[in-house]
């Protein structure tokens, strides 16, 4: 089955700030790659992903970047924010149920 | 449309009662999902059903866990007998198809003491 690596575990950053949290897949048939954002005591919610054909797609501050030779991709916050601190979640699958990751607690400081 | 719903919200019991957590997925969705989430060991799936058939639920602990799904709007997780490793937050998840976006439900959270 599918396993995905999330780093780092947590992330300090200073409002303004640039923060990256990468992940690692192994499963060669996947091609979804949601990123959820948990904040305190709230549910996962979906923030951005994306799919096999696609490098990269932005939303404003987000964006992820894929490279599916070296099977990782990446989650990418410019300008952070206070009210960016949650914890952050990769998920990888092909054509099974989502495989999360660990998950990261990025805390930025005003 | 209101989302996944979950009820109840939290849920207070004492080792060795049995505990029913509920779920409504979004109308529509083809795939429900439920999940435990800890400090200690992150957001882990327990079970997941397609077309209200369990597909895989190896991830369900112990037999103490059981879950249903006997209509396309309801779902059940039941834990019976309680114990307090079993407390943690709850969350049920639906989405179009297995391999789609899912919407996570608001969570229950279960202390048992």
């Known amino acids: 089955g599918e396993n995905v690596e999330q780093h780092p575990s947590t992330l300090s950053v200073q409002e303004g700030d640039s923060a990256v949290i990468k992940c690692t897949y192994s499963?060669?048939?996947?091609?979804?790659f949601p990123w959820y954002k948990q904040e305190l005591g709230k549910r996962p919610q979906l923030i951005i992903d994306?799919?096999?054909?696609?490098g990269e797609k932005k939303d404003q501050r987000i964006a992820v970047t894929l490279n599916k030779t070296a099977k990782h991709f990446s989650l990418h916050i410019t300008e952070t924010q206070p009210e960016d601190s949650a914890v952050y979640f990769c998920?990888?699958?092909?054509?099974?149920?989502?495989?999360f990751g660990k998950g990261t607690m990025l805390l930025v400081s005003p | 449309d209101a989302g996944v719903i979950q009820s109840p919200r939290h849920e207070v019991t004492e080792m060795g009662q049995e505990v029913t957590l509920r779920c409504k997925p979004i109308?529509?969705?083809?795939?429900l999902f439920w999940y435990r989430q800890t400090m200690m060991r992150g957001l882990e799936l327990l079970i997941y059903?397609?077309?209200?058939?369990?597909?895989?639920d190896s991830g369900m602990p112990e037999d103490r866990f059981s879950a249903k799904m006997p209509n396309a709007s309801f779902s059940t997780l039941k834990i019976q007998p309680s114990e307090p490793r079993d407390s943690a937050v709850y969350f049920c998840?639906?989405?179009?198809?297995?391999?789609?976006?899912?919407?996570f439900g608001p969570g229950t959270r279960l202390t048992v003491l």
């Open positions: 998840a639906s989405s179009l198809k297995i391999y789609n976006e899912q919407f």
């Open positions: 994306i799919r096999s054909n696609v």
């Open positions: 998920a990888a699958t092909g054509y099974s149920t989502l495989t």
């Open positions: 499963d060669s048939a996947s091609n979804y």
């Open positions: 109308s529509g969705h083809n795939s």
């Open positions: 059903f397609n077309n209200n058939v369990p597909i895989d």
